[in-house]
């Protein structure tokens, strides 16, 4: 159990709404279970407040936050320095306490990566599909850049979404030839003859929007060996479904979940968690969802 004390250090969550948010869970078990001595909690913060929240929670001491909707690009100009991923991808979830202020870091994009590591799910080398170009897709879509996917084709339902994200991203990784390529989403007929891993990024599926997936059209699932979706609620969404009926491995999103947590939580005790943690910790996870 945790006692907090006059030695204890403050780790939180900043965001709206807040309340519903696994976050605590991770970080006071991840402290628990290691013997440090922190607390970490959730603050429901405005829009209009957030520069107060960054300011005073430096003046109190607070170790680390993180940061989730609807704050993830707004809280950048509040930082007093940003990994440089993070700054191309435009979105930060994560603030380190440094001299004088917060170091921003995007913790999104490892969290996918050491799911997918973990699950033997390759991206180096790759062709990979990826559904959606929004905010969730752009960290996304940096990291299989990064971990040197070979192609991403980038399938969105408004396909200049698709063409602004997949420039943004060919440009930072100045390769000779575009490894991102922007299609719409209904063109994945052009994409022929082979498997690949499909990582779906949109809301399409999301709770209570249970029935939806983004792409319903069954022979597209005839294109999938792995589908990643980075939805967990509900733990089984329609994009999985239609694709383990296909034959694919299925994946939800509480694994990147909990990792872009493992990923904070290193940064700001400087220590590694090991997977043996990492599984209590996804069970608990999972129980507390109701699983
Ligand atoms: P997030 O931060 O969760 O990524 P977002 O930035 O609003 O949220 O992006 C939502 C993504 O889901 C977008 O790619 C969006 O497609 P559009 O850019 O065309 O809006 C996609 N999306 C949302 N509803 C969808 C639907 N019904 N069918 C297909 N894609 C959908």
Redesign the pocket.
Known sequence: MLSINAKTSLLGLIGNPVGHSISPLIHNTLSDRLGHNNAYLAFKVEQDDLCDAIKGAYALGVKGLNVT?PHKQAVIEHLVDIDPLAKAIGAVNTLVRVDGGFKGYNTDYLGLRRQMENDGVLIEGQEIIIL??????RAITFMCAEARAKKIYLL???VE?AVSLARDVNDYINCEQPVVIPMA?TDYAKLSGRKYTVIQ????GLFPDVD?A?VEDEAFYELVSDAVDIIFNPYETKFMKLAAKHGARTYNGLGMLLYQGVAAYELWNDTSVDQKLCEEVYELMKREMGH
């Open positions: 909707v959606g170009a929004g905010g969730a897709s969105n339902r408004s979404k989403l990024t949109t809301s399409k939806g983004p």
